[in-house]
């Protein structure tokens, strides 16, 4: 059976590790997944086509429509009688036009305002929205007014077949994995952190792996505290070797904010064997970490707290060895991909023998937001033309 997953575009981070999976998962199950980018070529879709994946893209043309787009990517997906969403508002606007014997399943991976958006909208013509952690469901719940029984809360997964290098061989490093961003990440509380640190182990060293939209700020934190010997930017990771990379390291810094949904580099890391040191985020960290057994959680923000932990955990080498078999056996229990496949394939037989959604046969102009009819490349003039006459107005 064909599984269609739309994206945005297979970028570089989580999301995409976690499509990767799911790909991985379902091939083993049988079916015959496909990858569809419709916004834009991603910087890993080359190297996701290298890995063996089938990866196609249906992007905007400046000459068309947004509703012009949306049909196109529709003439695509209409023979995948099972279809999984990442974000990807144009789809959610078709959905009534599909066949009726469809099935798809919007997937709720970070905490922000427009992904919750996207997949509640248009929820008459889906079967199933699923989760990626329990506080996303809350929030479907309570504020979107979503069903109950529409969610279903499926943690994101791995492959635990790997080889993991012995923590005594590991370096005494520290090792931060994902987008150079400070509003999502927390990225600007790192030199903040190592500087502390650096005033009892002056030889301290963390490797940054990642880009993004502060990266020129987080270089300049790093000159201002004088770290350029102790924090260094090694760029962007290719998703093949994440679990290789991790492995060489001890402990994993991870200050996110708020804005994970289920971290997939905090279940990476600790699969690896490192010690995790995160801020507390209720349903997304705290439900992985036991602080103090398999890693350590501080309020969000704390930056003493957490020197003020891992500066214990440095201290106390017996310790160590035994939260990160801790970490490492947290995911091994409980985030296997095989445990994730069986509760996705679960919904997919449930949903086969379910009644379909009506179909209600029309587009949702609401979901492509202004000017969906006009051709895209004319949408920033007319904006600006309107602005200038004062009848048009930033929301």
């Known amino acids: 059976m064909k599984i269609a997953i739309l994206t945005y575009a297979l970028n570089i981070g989580g999301v ?21 980018e419709i916004m834009a070529k991603g910087q890993w879709s080359d190297k996701f086509r290298s890995m063996g994946l089938k990866v196609l893209q249906v992007l905007p043309r400046p000459w ?4 012009q787009h949306a049909f196109r990517i529709l003439s695509q997906i209409k023979p995948f009688p099972l279809i999984f969403l990442n974000d990807v508002q144009y789809v959610h606007s078709i959905l009534g036009l599909l066949p009726p ?13 427009s992904m919750l958006h996207n997949a509640s909208f248009n929820r008459e013509q889906l079967n199933k929205i ?20 529409m969610i279903n809360v499926i943690p994101n997964c791995l492959d635990t077949n790997i080889e993991v290098l012995d923590f005594s061989k590991k370096s005494d490093k520290f090792i931060f994995l994902g987008r150079l961003n400070d509003f999502e990440k927390g990225v600007l509380d790192l030199p903040e952190i190592i500087r502390l640190l650096k005033q009892r182990w002056p030889n301290i060293h963390l490797d940054i792996y990642g880009q993004g939209t502060d990266e020129a700020d987080l270089r300049n934190k790093i000159i201002e505290y004088n770290l350029e010997t102790n924090i260094f930017l090694k760029g962007q990771l290719s998703p093949d070797l994440v679990n290789s990379t991790l492995s060489q390291y001890k402990y994993l810094l991870f200050p996110s904010k708020g804005f994970e949904g289920s971290p997939l580099v905090l279940r990476e890391a600790m699969l690896n064997g490192l010690i995790p040191f995160a801020y507390r985020l209720e349903g997304q960290t705290d439900n992985i970490i036991v602080n103090g057994e398999n890693g350590f959680l501080a309020q969000i ?41 069986k509760e996705y394939t679960a919904i997919i037989e449930e949903s086969l023998k379910s ?39 930033d929301k």
């Open 16 to 36: 995409e590790r976690v499509i990767l999976n799911l790909y991985k998962g379902f091939e083993n199950q049988g079916y015959e997944p496909v990858v569809f």
């Open 301 to 341: 923000s704390n930056i003493s707290q957490m020197v003020e932990q891992i500066g214990s955990v440095i201290e106390n080498i017996e310790n160590q060895q035994v939260i990160s078999s801790n970490a490492r056996q947290t995911i091994l229990e409980n985030y296997s991909l095989e445990a994730m496949m």
């Open 64 to 67: 068309e429509s947004k509703k």
């Open 130 to 149: 699923i989760c990626v952690s329990p506080a996303l469901a809350d929030r479907l719940r309570k504020e979107y007014g979503v069903d109950p029984n």
């Open 101 to 113: 014997n469809t099935k798809v399943f919007p997937i709720v991976h970070g905490n922000l305002e």
């Open 355 to 393: 009644p379909n959604p009506t179909r209600s046969n029309r587009l949702e102009p609401e979901i492509l937001e202004e000017f969906p009819s006009l051709p895209v490349i004319l949408i920033r003039p007319l904006r600006k033309s309107l602005r200038v006459l004062g009848l048009y107005h």
